[in-house]
């Protein structure tokens, strides 16, 4: 669509699976609050969804209400396309959002895209949305934030690759003695928001996502509240992951934790 630019990354044609790196370079996820609502098939997280086909709303498996939708994320390539992802909003915590196919979080595709079998989704086009905390903890106020995808400090890049080679070998059977290069610079601090890139994972477990699969993108949670967390979103203090079909048609979804 015209106004849209595109993702400035390459699709990497040797990717060997959802561990590797599928897209580069990788970029950081920049979130940057909007005066009004945002219609064009861009990054956003919260908001209303941007449908490029009829609305397909997923719906928790365990509670049978409207996921809250989070986001969605740009699929590079021709046709426009993104990736929307969609998490139960369970204020008890017992849904399983951290599994990939609990039927508790959603990453769909527009256009073209399949829903997975273990979704249940209806044509609702609005729905529950994301939301940070207001004066007190139990306020929720909507958000709608337009994501920028920008290159990281070259600092924050290089600790998040040698977290990314320690964790790699240690799954290996390797332990690394590389030195520390995050230090006392807060420009050194990796953020673990990013699309491309390798998967900087907290378990070194990929939940059963196959074999050809392709990393899309990661997500950090939060509390939602005060400036600096500007969502909140239960991953356990951790961070989620996106995965996309070979043929880009279909994801899978899932978070982990220290």
């Known amino acids: 669509m015209s106004g849209v630019p595109p993702v400035?990354?390459?699709?990497?044609?040797?990717?060997?699976?959802?561990?590797?790196?599928?897209?580069?370079?990788?970029?950081q996820m920049r979130l940057r609050p909007v005066d009004a609502p945002i219609h064009t098939p861009q990054a956003k997280l919260g908001g209303?969804?941007?449908?490029?086909?009829?609305?397909?709303?997923?719906?928790?498996?365990?509670?049978?209400?409207?996921?809250?939708?989070?986001?969605q994320i740009p699929i590079p390539g021709e046709p426009t396309s993104l990736a929307y992802l969609f998490v139960t909003d369970d204020p008890q915590g017992a849904a399983e959002t951290f599994d990939a196919e609990a039927g508790e979080n959603a990453l769909l595709v527009q256009p073209?895209?399949?829903?997975?079998?273990?979704?249940?989704?209806?044509?609702?086009?609005?729905?529950?949305?994301?939301?940070?905390?207001g004066m007190t903890w139990?306020?929720?106020?909507?958000?709608?934030?337009?994501?920028?995808?920008?290159?990281?400090?070259?600092?924050?890049?290089?600790?998040?690759?040698?977290?990314?080679?320690?964790q790699?070998?240690?799954?290996?059977?390797?332990?690394?003695?590389?030195p520390d290069t995050v230090d006392a610079d807060?420009?050194?601090?990796?953020?673990?928001?990013?699309?491309?890139?390798k998967a900087h994972l907290w378990q070194g477990d990929l939940q059963g996502v196959p074999a050809d699969w392709r990393f899309?993108?990661?997500?950090?949670?939060g509390e939602g509240q005060g400036p600096d967390d500007p969502y909140a979103l239960n991953f356990g203090g951790g961070t989620g992951y996106g995965f996309l079909s070979p043929d880009l048609?279909?994801?899978?979804?899932?978070w982990d934790c220290v």
């Open 8 to 27: 400035p990354v390459t699709m990497q044609q040797d990717c060997n699976g959802p561990a590797d790196a599928w897209l580069l370079p990788r970029l």
């Open 48 to 71: 209303q969804p941007v449908w490029l086909e009829p609305p397909t709303w997923p719906l928790s498996r365990s509670l049978g209400t409207p996921m809250m939708f989070v986001g």
């Open 112 to 133: 073209g895209g399949r829903i997975p079998p273990f979704i249940v989704a209806t044509d609702t086009a609005t729905g529950p949305s994301l939301w940070r905390r």
């Open 138 to 166: 139990d306020e929720h106020v909507g958000v709608e934030l337009a994501v920028d995808l920008v290159p990281p400090a070259p600092a924050a890049e290089a600790a998040l690759d040698a977290d990314i080679e320690r």
């Open 168 to 178: 790699e070998a240690e799954r290996a059977g390797v332990l690394l003695d590389l």
């Open 186 to 197: 807060a420009s050194a601090l990796p953020s673990y928001s990013y699309v491309g890139g």
């Open 216 to 221: 899309h993108f990661q997500l950090d949670g």
């Open 249 to 254: 048609r279909e994801g899978r979804f899932f």
